[in-house]
């Protein structure tokens, strides 16, 4: 009887064994499996695999965080654009997601980086530190926020020889599905940008962007097709500061046509009309004149005192004040 005993110990015993290393067995597979499709969502997230021109190569790949946390790290990464001919390469990628929520993804890209187009424009840039992270559901990226640190940005035109610089100390993106409609947002702070032999329009300011597009979604993560060509959307608000009152705010309705070219309604509001001349005038002291008639006008429209609202029309591109006074053309993107 006590042999007996001991040999159902030992069959339970044997049998608990064997399931614990099914267990750790499938729960292995799992995670690998996971750790995968954590690859293929952040590839995708840096080239869309929807668009079958782009394609995206994460040099050294390994997989680190067993068995509680996946971690995907990468030496290097490259996206190659072969129908807009457009190449880019960054450094080294680390990201992560836990065990328990995969579909929250958390990463980290490394300085430098640089974008070249086959029109002859390169753009190098560095930053002290750049952390992202994206929420996945069933039909591919809901949500992805962008934070960068100390971002440097420099644009050279080999046509041209025109060179643009842009340095910002803290910039934020934000995108995010609205049922089939695209809702972005975009912070710079302390931010400049200096175009060579043109003269410094306006001094370092802050800056903070607010729109939906209707029926983007795909935007976010590359199942969308045409972009921003026929598109259209709200401004919610574009608001500029450049200090000691010195705002601007521009909000309203747009749309672009199959060309490119951008239609809207917009109400622009100035805050200090006055400190804006001056600052207009010290960039551009040729048109002194120009400026002071704008100004004049401007604040007609206010109704002599400081703060402006006027309404500017955009009509495939031509914009005017309130649908009469001309301003130029806007070129289509």
């Given at each position: 009887?006590?042999?007996?005993?001991?040999?159902?110990?030992?069959?339970?015993?044997?049998?608990?064994?064997?399931?614990?290393?099914?267990?750790?067995g499938?729960?292995?597979?799992?995670?690998?499996?996971?750790?995968?499709?954590?690859?293929?969502?952040v590839?995708?997230?840096?080239?869309?695999?929807?668009?079958?021109?782009?394609?995206?190569?994460?040099?050294?790949?390994?997989?680190?965080?067993?068995?509680?946390?996946?971690?995907?790290?990468?030496?290097?990464?490259?996206?190659?654009?072969?129908?807009?001919?457009?190449?880019?390469?960054?450094?080294?990628?680390?990201?992560?997601?836990?065990?328990?929520?995969?579909?929250?993804?958390?990463?980290?890209?490394?300085?430098?980086?640089?974008?070249?187009?086959?029109?002859?424009?390169?753009?190098?840039?560095?930053?002290?530190n750049?952390?992202?992270?994206?929420?996945?559901?069933?039909?591919?990226?809901?949500?992805?926020?962008?934070?960068?640190?100390?971002?440097?940005?420099?644009?050279?035109?080999?046509?041209?020889?025109?060179?643009?610089?842009?340095?910002?100390?803290?910039?934020?993106?934000?995108?995010?599905?609205?049922?089939?409609?695209?809702?972005?947002?975009?912070?710079?702070?302390?931010?400049?940008?200096?175009?060579k032999?043109?003269?410094?329009?306006?001094?370092?300011?802050?800056?903070?962007?607010?729109?939906?597009?209707?029926?983007?979604?795909?935007?976010?993560?590359?199942?969308?097709?045409?972009?921003?060509?026929?598109?259209?959307?709200?401004?919610?608000?574009?608001?500029a500061?450049?200090?000691?009152?010195?705002?601007m705010?521009?909000?309203?309705?747009?749309?672009?046509?199959?060309?490119?070219?951008?239609?809207?309604?917009?109400?622009?509001?100035?805050?200090?009309?006055?400190?804006?001349?001056?600052?207009?005038?010290?960039?551009?002291?040729?048109?002194?004149?120009?400026?002071?008639?704008?100004?004049?006008?401007l604040?007609?429209?206010?109704?002599?005192?400081?703060?402006?609202?006027?309404?500017?029309?955009?009509?495939?591109?031509?914009?005017?004040?309130s649908?009469?006074?001309?301003?130029?053309?806007?070129?289509?993107?």
């Amino acid at each position: 009887m006590a042999a007996s005993s001991q040999s159902g110990t030992a069959r339970k015993i044997l049998w608990l064994g064997l399931a614990i290393v099914v267990a750790i067995g499938l729960y292995t597979a799992g995670w690998f499996y996971a750790a995968n499709k954590l690859k293929e969502t952040v590839l995708n997230a840096i080239a869309p695999t929807e668009a079958a021109s782009v394609s995206g190569e994460c040099g050294d790949i390994t997989f680190r965080g067993y068995p509680f946390r996946i971690g995907l790290f990468c030496s290097k990464v490259n996206v190659d654009d072969k129908e807009n001919g457009v190449s880019a390469s960054f450094g080294q990628l680390r990201s992560a997601a836990q065990v328990y929520d995969p579909g929250h993804i958390v990463w980290e890209l490394d300085s430098p980086a640089e974008i070249r187009t086959g029109h002859g424009l390169t753009v190098s840039a560095e930053w002290q530190n750049l952390q992202s992270s994206l929420t996945t559901k069933l039909k591919g990226i809901d949500r992805t926020s962008l934070v960068i640190d100390g971002l440097k940005a420099n644009a050279v035109s080999s046509v041209t020889g025109q060179t643009i610089d842009f340095d910002a100390a803290k910039t934020e993106m934000h995108l995010r599905q609205n049922g089939a409609d695209l809702d972005g947002a975009i912070t710079v702070t302390d931010a400049a940008t200096v175009i060579k032999d043109w003269p410094q329009i306006l001094p370092r300011l802050s800056a903070i962007a607010d729109v939906t597009l209707a029926g983007k979604a795909g935007m976010i993560d590359g199942s969308d097709k045409t972009g921003l060509y026929g598109a259209s959307g709200e401004l919610r608000r574009v608001l500029a500061d450049i200090g000691e009152g010195r705002t601007m705010r521009i909000s309203g309705p747009f749309s672009f046509d199959n060309e490119g070219y951008l239609s809207g309604q917009f109400k622009v509001e100035i805050e200090k009309l006055g400190a804006w001349s001056d600052n207009a005038k010290q960039a551009f002291p040729q048109l002194q004149s120009t400026i002071d008639t704008a100004r004049k006008l401007l604040g007609a429209l206010a109704g002599g005192g400081d703060r402006a609202s006027v309404d500017v029309v955009v009509d495939r591109g031509r914009a005017t004040i309130s649908g009469f006074i001309p301003l130029g053309k806007i070129p289509p993107i």
